[in-house]
């Protein structure tokens, strides 16, 4: 579990260098699908992956609007501020939380029940789906997409321990 | 691991399903970026997860070109002969292969080694990205796209064992 959100980082990064060769314009420009451009569905990106951590905590949910985000530094902010809390949530995680549950209230009133194994694969599927979006908007701009590859990023539980001792991650 | 694959080969019919909608002209389109048209890109994805499956369990890949597959009936077909062998690989995995190392050669005789993880990992990653882009371009034919929501497809270990008594997905 740990390694597709390290993967997901990685990604997410790569698409912030990434952004840095694009004007402001091109990445508030309107696009169909996803979010409608490519900073509102990186900042979406990075708020619902927030918002379930938190969830999952049982905290407040983050409530902000991309009006108040909508530039890459902003958006870059936002996902600084936010990472260490999801690292350390999805650092202590292990297996034996898979089937805890949540009863989730939704806005029209309705409780819906997810395990916790269930909303952790939905935010690392859910990142994985928009940044598949992003490599058609890129296409689309005549510009070659960040690498989706998991393989050659050294996201091995095995390769982790001896590269950088990250211990916690080895399962 | 098994979970997420499920969670694939479920949307992946959802698609084959929506992609019932489309004249053959619609699906075969040129399109920009992914494999450049709705069904080579889901040929592909079908493609790519059998051949690592079968590069991990020391098989021969398969070699077939899109041309002989140009049909969302053809593509249904290969998808379904190719099914049968994943699903028995994903359902006996265990973490324990987790760290298994497959040395790959590549077209220019290089040698990558990969854990088994990486592997699982990348196929899963390798489908959620490429679904992305086909939702994109639903929306730029003006349908809406298959939901890439992980939550609400009964997709936990917990439900799957009461639901269907399919044991061997507790993990």
Sequence with gaps: ???????????RE???RW????????????RTGGMGSILHTLFHIIDVEWSW????QGKTDFQESFDDYNSLEKVRQLASAFHAEVESFVNQW?????????????EDGRIET???GEIVRHTIAHEIHHIGQLSIW???????????NFIRRG????????????????R
């Design 138 to 148: 890129a296409r689309e701009i005549g510009r070659a997409p960040v690498s989706a």
């Design 53 to 56: 951590i938190r969830i999952l």
């Design 1 to 11: 579990m740990q390694l597709f959100f390290k993967y997901n980082w990685m990604v």
């Design 155 to 170: 996201l091995s539980s095995a390769l982790q321990a001896s590269a950088d001792g990250h211990s916690e991650l080895k």
């Design 19 to 30: 952004c840095e060769e694009l004007s402001e314009e091109e990445l508030l420009q309107n």
């Design 94 to 106: 292990d297996d034996s939380m898979e089937e805890r549950l949540l009863h989730n209230t939704l």
């Design 114 to 116: 997810h395990t916790w």
């Design 14 to 16: 790569d698409w912030f």
